[in-house]
Every structure is written in structure tokens, then in C-alpha cells.
């Protein structure tokens, strides 16, 4: 297996609700990230997480909170988000986290937050 | 950290012809610069990469090219079909510093049949 998946595809939530994304790799990466990515613009990296232990956290506000169960496993808990949290969330994977290595993309959950 | 530049925004050529896509990175210990293309509602997908051993990197129609000393890296895809259409996210990596990619602002490819 080659790829990283993602679900669900598409979400819509209240600002009151609590939802979770999924994201799966069968790939033997032992470091798995989170970007947020809006319309036309790079994708912004908000958590990075290496041999299942947070390593990196972009100052993300604590209505994300990530959660990382096993090496093939990454979740993102989403609780009492804004309107403007509305994007495009991607998750990816690479085999290392300590060098330079590709970085393998999901593709993606559509989050809109009414 | 690092800060890349990317240059055009938005890019129009016709069919057939060559596309040129530049990187500019600020870090001097930045060594792997990989290439994605996303097209609308999709993955950002690798197209190419190159490391900092390396001056240039081919596959097919398309290639990169890098400069150590002037600090930036560029795209090539020759031969421009419609389907090469999407934005192009350049990005660089930092040696030993957890493989976080710093991406460009992108570049939107429109190739006019």
C-alpha cells in the first residue's frame, strides 16, 4: 500500500460540535504530520508527530487536538472551531523524521464550519 | 527559519511550449527541495525533487535545476500539455531539523490548448 488515506472526505460542523479526522498510512513511516491548507496558498503545517510522539506543535490553538493511537494512525479532534478553521486539511507521511525525506499527502478533508 | 520565494504567481503558456517555475530559499543548510503539483480538489502530489548534492534532477518532460551558491532551485516542464494545469508548490527542507517542509507560495500553470 502506497498511499495515505483520509476520512471523512467532507465535514460540515457547528461551532458546537466535536468531530474528528482520520488519517491512515500503511507505508512503515514512522512520522506523520497535519497541514491546514486555504484556497491557493501553501499548505501550513500544524503538527508534526515522529515514532508516534508530538514533536512538533505550530502554535495551534487548543480547539486541535491531535492524537496519534499507533504508527499507521494519526487523528486530529476538532472542538468549538471557527468559521474561519474552514479549509482544506491535509495529512501526510515520510519515512524519517530526523533528515530530508518526501513528504507523501492524503488527500485531504474539506472542513466547513458553520 | 527558512523563508522560499517563489516566482511567477499565476503562469499562462501555450500548448507545446516550455514552463519555468522559480525557487529562491534564505538557509544555507536547507538540502532537499522536492516539487508538488496540486491540482483543484486534489493532494498535493511529488512531481521531482533534488538534494543539495545534486546540481539537476530529470524525469521526462520535466526538471529541476539547482544553485547552491545563488540559493535557489527552479522547475522546467517542457513540451506543456492541458493536463500539466495546477498549481506548483516548491518547498525546502532543513538538514536535521524533523523534515519540516517550508513551501512557496505557489505558482497557478494554466496551459492554453
Known amino acids: 500500500d502506497t498511499e495515505v488515506t483520509q476520512t471523512p472526505k467532507h465535514l460540515v460542523m457547528g461551532m458546537t460540535n466535536k468531530k474528528s479526522l482520520k488519517c491512515e498510512q500503511h507505508?512503515?513511516?514512522?512520522?506523520m504530520y497535519w497541514y491546514k491548507q486555504k484556497a491557493k496558498k501553501p499548505p501550513e503545517l500544524m503538527f508534526v508527530?515522529?515514532?508516534?510522539?508530538?514533536?512538533i506543535n505550530e502554535s495551534v490553538p487548543s480547539r486541535f487536538s491531535p492524537e496519534c493511537p499507533n504508527s499507521s494512525l494519526l487523528n486530529l479532534h476538532l472542538h468549538a472551531l471557527q468559521p474561519e478553521d474552514s479549509a482544506l486539511y491535509l495529512c501526510?507521511?515520510?519515512?524519517?523524521?530526523?533528515?530530508?525525506?518526501?513528504?507523501?499527502f492524503g488527500p485531504g478533508t474539506r472542513l466547513t464550519v458553520l | 527559519g527558512e523563508n522560499v520565494e517563489q516566482h511567477p504567481s499565476t503562469l499562462s503558456v501555450q500548448e507545446g511550449d516550455s514552463a519555468v517555475i522559480k525557487c529562491t530559499y534564505s538557509?544555507?543548510?536547507?538540502?532537499?527541495f522536492p516539487w508538488y503539483k496540486q491540482e483543484l480538489g486534489k493532494r498535493p502530489q511529488l512531481i521531482i525533487d533534488?538534494?543539495?548534492?545534486?546540481g539537476e534532477k530529470k524525469d521526462q518532460r520535466i526538471a529541476v535545476t539547482l544553485n547552491k551558491t545563488a540559493k535557489h532551485f527552479s522547475l522546467h516542464i517542457t513540451e506543456t500539455q492541458p493536463e500539466d494545469s495546477a498549481v506548483y508548490f516548491c518547498?525546502?527542507?532543513?538538514?536535521?531539523?524533523?523534515?519540516?517542509?517550508?513551501f512557496g507560495t505557489g505558482t497557478s500553470l494554466t496551459v492554453i490548448p
Open positions: 501526510a507521511s515520510s519515512q524519517r523524521n530526523g533528515g530530508s525525506d518526501t513528504q507523501y
Open positions: 508527530y515522529s515514532y508516534e510522539k508530538l514533536s
Open positions: 507505508m512503515g513511516h514512522r512520522a
Open positions: 518547498a525546502a527542507s532543513i538538514r536535521n531539523t524533523g523534515n519540516q517542509f517550508y
Open positions: 533534488i538534494r543539495s548534492n545534486v
Open positions: 538557509d544555507s543548510a536547507s538540502n532537499y
